[in-house]
């Protein structure tokens, strides 16, 4: 394993520097009448295209050498969610190594006053030529070691 940056500035377990809002839709609803387990990693995956733009690797297409690959995704549901409501979905950095870092998910309901949800994706920068792992570029280090929790 690489080195890892922890986030020595931000020691608080409360930090999540990204926290997107986002209304929870009537359609977003399943036949039991509350959200359907998908759409908690849908709302994952939009904080996480946000961190993605914040240390400049949403930036993809044909020729791009390298960028990151969502290699694992994990939920773990704490209370269901039913419209109307407004989550935040929050985002934080963690385990940053040479070639790879985690990133912790958090939902929260507005309506429940409560985290509904809680994450991991762990995300690894590859060549995309050749599907081997790269290191993190010095740039994106800095920038996820301001996103640490």
Request: one cysteine or more; hydrophobic letters at 35%; glycine letters at 8%.
């Amino acid at each position: 394993m690489g080195n890892k940056i922890t986030g020595q500035d931000h020691q608080d377990q409360d930090y999540w520097p990204i926290s997107i809002p986002i209304v929870v839709g009537w359609g977003d609803m399943d036949s039991l009448g509350h959200v359907n387990n998908t759409r908690f990693l849908r709302w994952f995956e939009d904080a996480r295209i946000e961190l993605f733009r914040r240390i400049g690797t949403l930036e993809l297409g044909p020729e791009t050498r390298s960028g990151p690959i969502l290699a694992r995704v994990e939920c773990v549901f704490r209370s269901p969610v039913r419209h109307p409501d407004v989550i935040a979905s929050e985002i934080r950095a963690n385990d940053v190594g040479t070639d790879r870092y985690t990133l912790e998910h958090r939902i929260l309901s507005e309506q429940q006053q409560q985290v509904v949800a809680l994450g991991s994706s762990r995300i690894i920068e590859v060549d995309y030529r050749t599907g081997e792992k790269v290191p993190l570029s010095a740039e994106i280090l800095t920038a996820l070691k301001q996103l640490c929790g």
